[in-house]
């Protein structure tokens, strides 16, 4: 009898703390930069148990990624700083051709709700669904790849082409209607947008199929691809080209069905966004810039390609380019939404760091990095809750740090035999 079918499950959790809705629930996740630890992380800090499986000896290549903060010979990754607290770091050579990495990481999958992985070669180190479906009749297993899963469908080639997240931008559609028409280029959204959607769309799918096992006892595959992500947040883009052949084009930042929906530059080169849809809000903005609403009506200047695209329309965008201009960015709004026109002022990192609003709002939280050894300051939550509020019970792990830890709490390993595996690299 193998390790894995004599060993009994430890409920979760048994290493870290009690908190948060998902307290209870128990996560495997082995994958790198960004979707499936971002993926991981949401679950982490809602109270999951979440083991991250790092190689021994290298680790996440997220720990590495630029910007990096040094402290002596201490080094780490901004982005790792942020989105690998509340982990815990497992080192693990996963080749289910060695009897020890096999007997390991079958035994996790048993004490697991949930596998976290995009790997994509995955049937190359020896598991499949079916055998980890055998173990853990109730697993929930999360593939996170490009182009999705072959057993969903799909040309196999396609599925087993490469990915990041510009590319999942690329080929899913999103990056086509980002950007100013041409002759200018397409643009990406930055800060990996692609892999945090496909991480949202993770985590909604293994929360239904986790409720789904619960109640069933029967666990299921969740397949996520890069480029499907972000097709689905186009919106009536797909619609617009089966029902009415058209190809929906690159705007910049102007609305393309009404307005006010633009960007405008201010009096002090600050950014302005005005947006008033509908035409009750359309005919206060009007008004707020002092002009005849009988004149310059919803349906003749305001609420329609044809309206905005008129000579009224485009006058009126023109009246309300030089409006914004004549103003400070904080001026203009401030008179706009005394007036109920939503607007608002493009920020960046400092302005929010600064804002009193995402202070009191309890935006900005502070916790001890494992790796850098001191007090980092990031961003906290997002949603929040009122009885089940989410937490970080510790900053990003080192690497490795709870191997020891994890091996003999949930596998029951000695000392001595975790370090047997380190002389074999296995560990």
Not at 370 to 389: H, I, N, Q, Y
Request: net charge neutral; aromatic share 10%; charged share 20%.
């Amino acid at each position: 009898m193998e390790k894995w079918e004599k060993i009994e499950r430890i409920p979760a959790p048994a290493l870290i703390p009690a908190y948060g809705p998902l307290t209870g629930m128990r996560v495997l996740m082995t994958g790198s930069i960004v979707a499936a630890p971002f993926c991981a992380s949401l679950l982490a800090e809602y109270g999951a148990e979440v083991i991250h499986v790092e190689r021994p000896n290298i680790g996440d290549p997220y720990r590495e990624q630029a910007p990096v903060i040094e402290r002596g010979d201490k080094r780490v990754s901004a982005g790792w700083v942020q989105e690998a607290r509340n982990k815990l770091s497992l080192t693990l050579e996963i080749n289910l051709k060695v009897p020890e990495s096999q007997e390991i990481f079958l035994s996790l999958i048993k004490n697991c709700d949930v596998w976290v992985e995009n790997m994509v070669w995955t049937e190359k180190l020896g598991i499949t669904e079916k055998m980890l479906l055998e173990v853990n009749p109730k697993l929930v297993i999360a593939h996170i790849s490009g182009f999705g899963r072959p057993q969903f469908g799909g040309v196999a080639t396609e599925c087993d082409r490469p990915s990041y997240d510009p590319i999942g931008q690329a080929e899913g559609g999103y990056m086509f209607v980002n950007g100013f028409p041409e002759p200018s280029p397409p643009s990406h959204a930055a800060t990996f947008i692609n892999d945090y959607m496909t991480a949202m769309f993770a985590v909604n799918g293994i929360l239904m199929a986790y409720l789904h096992a619960q109640k069933t006892g029967k666990g299921q595959a969740v397949d996520v691809a890069q480029i499907e992500a972000m097709s689905k947040v186009l919106n009536d883009t797909f619609v617009q080209y089966f029902l009415l052949g058209k190809i929906r084009e690159r705007k910049g930042n102007k609305v393309a069905i009404f307005q006010p929906g633009n960007l405008f530059k201010t009096k002090d080169g600050k950014y302005l966004y005005i947006g008033a849809y509908g035409s009750a809000v359309y005919g206060r903005f009007v008004k707020a810039l002092g002009l005849d609403l009988n004149k310059y009506s919803h349906e003749a200047a305001g609420g329609s390609v044809e309206a905005i695209n008129s000579e009224l329309g485009l006058e009126l965008n023109q009246i309300a380019t030089e409006w914004v201009a004549a103003r400070e960015a904080e001026e203009g709004m401030k008179y706009l939404l005394g007036l109920k026109v939503p607007c608002g002022i493009v920020r960046n990192s400092a302005d929010l760091a600064a804002s009193e609003h995402y202070q009191k709002r309890g935006n900005f939280i502070q916790y001890e990095d494992e790796t850098l050894g001191e007090r980092v300051k990031a961003f906290g939550f997002c949603p929040k809750m009122s009885e089940t509020p989410a937490q970080v019970w510790r900053g990003a792990p080192s690497l490795g740090q709870d191997t020891e830890k994890i091996l003999n709490t949930l596998l029951g390993y000695s000392s001595r035999e975790v370090s047997a595996f380190r002389e074999k690299g296995i560990v």
